[in-house]
């Protein structure tokens, strides 16, 4: 429920845009952006723009021609962008690149399959959270290949970049010996399945719903909640950006909430 208190803590009054970055946010990002290259011009770009710009189109959805006049140029800011997403820990399967089933896709280069069980042509996204809801890792392939054989690689670049993960919850999609084996090759993990309650009535039951809150919570970004993508490595660029959001105005507020 939205109270007063919540409202204040969201509000993002005296930014030209909402989204772009508070000094608070910008001040812990700044540290941690590439320096410019050693040799030749001296860098002319602001790169809170910049950044500004790629949250811009994270959170409208524009397309890149739309960025408004006062951000920086299209050009520059892709290139930036392109620079950044090839730095990141490529979640997408040059041979089954995916994007969150039920979610109809425009243009295409990297290839699509149809998900027999919602009956759409598109991609599926996997992503791995800690409980509480924040992004470990994502992978992106298409929609037809069942969760069960899509976890692989979720979970074999997770266990080395997260070696002291003990257990992992999942639901009955995830069950099965094939899931299991997949899980014991990859990781010293114990795997937990969260199944439905056994009555006909909604029940929220612990563990279960951890995974749905952070699609919901980087859905509320434009760009996300429709995959118009030609790339795979493109939507997972923009799924940790949807996280970086949340976890800037985690560290620069006093509220839990996203």
């Known amino acids: ?51 500004n710009a790629v949250f811009y189109l994270l ?8 960025l408004p006049k006062d951000l920086p140029p299209k050009t520059t800011v892709y290139d930036y962008f392109s620079l950044w997403r090839s730095d990141l820990p490529d979640g997408g399967d040059p041979r089954q690149p ?19 069980g919602k009956k759409v042509t598109g991609r599926k996204r996997h992503i791995l959270v800690d409980t509480l ?13 069942q969760d069960r054989d899509g976890i692989r690689r979720l979970l074999r670049d997770a266990g080395r970049r997260f070696p002291s993960i003990a257990k992992l919850f999942a639901d009955a999609a995830y069950q099965g010996p094939r899931v299991a084996k ?4 990859t990781g010293a993990w114990q795997l937990e399945i969260v199944k439905r309650s056994e009555a006909h009535k909604f029940i ?45 105005r985690r560290l620069t507020k006093v509220t839990p909430y996203p």
Request: charged content about 25%; glycine content about 6%.
């Open 204 to 248: 929220v039951l612990p563990k279960r719903w951890i995974v749905e809150r952070t699609f919901a919570w980087i859905s509320r970004n434009r760009r996300l909640a429709r995959d118009f993508e030609r790339y795979a490595s493109t939507v997972v660029a923009f799924v940790r950006l949807a996280m970086i959001r949340i976890m800037l």
């Open 1 to 51: 429920m939205w109270t007063q208190e919540h409202r204040r803590v969201h509000a993002r009054k005296g930014l030209r845009y909402p989204s772009d970055l508070t000094d608070a946010e910008w001040a812990l990002v700044e540290p941690l952006l590439p320096p410019a290259r050693r040799g030749g011009r001296p860098r002319e770009v602001n790169m809170r723009e910049v950044l």
């Open 182 to 185: 997949v899980v014991a090759d």
């Open 98 to 116: 995916e994007c969150q089933s039920g979610t109809k896709r425009g243009a295409s280069i990297d290839p699509q399959g149809y998900d027999a």
């Open 59 to 66: 959170s409208t959805g524009c397309q890149w021609d739309a």
């Open 133 to 145: 809801g924040l992004l470990l890792n994502v992978v992106v392939h298409r929609g037809n290949v």
